[in-house]
């Protein structure tokens, strides 16, 4: 039941800044974080950014400093805002929505992915 709407992605230039939108749709559980990974070819995915109930907020080491990831509750939705991109930045970036299925356990929801080549 649960569906994650990703916008943006694409082709973007180095330097510059990468913005995408994840809206989620059918949550019936309490939700713990929402944020977004991404994968390269060859490489495993891996954590980009993630804000949790509380508003509490993590990122990645790589993008510390030049990322933001917002929140709107109503909405449903996270917005991740990378600047000064590197060609490292280039991966296909996942939605993801996790929660409490029951008081001891959580499960994950990923969208279909958006793919976000950096040029060089």
């Known amino acids: 039941q649960v569906q994650l709407a990703e916008s943006g992605g694409g082709l973007v230039q180095a330097g510059g800044s990468l913005s995408l939108s994840c809206v989620a749709s059918?949550?019936?559980?309490?939700?713990?974080?929402m944020g977004w990974y991404r994968q390269a070819p060859g490489k495993q995915r891996e954590l980009v950014a993630t804000?949790?109930?509380?508003?509490?907020?993590m990122y990645a080491d790589s993008v510390k400093g030049r990322c933001t990831l917002s929140r709107d509750n109503a909405k449903n939705s996270v917005a991740l805002q990378i600047n000064s991109l590197e060609a490292e930045a280039t991966a296909t970036y996942y939605c993801?929505?996790?929660?409490?299925?029951?008081?001891?356990?959580?499960?994950?929801?990923w969208g279909q992915g958006t793919m976000v080549t950096v040029s060089s």
């Open positions: 804000i949790d109930a509380g508003g509490g907020r």
């Open positions: 059918g949550t019936m559980f309490r939700i713990i974080s």
């Open positions: 993801n929505e996790r929660v409490y299925v029951n008081p001891t356990s959580w499960d994950d929801y």
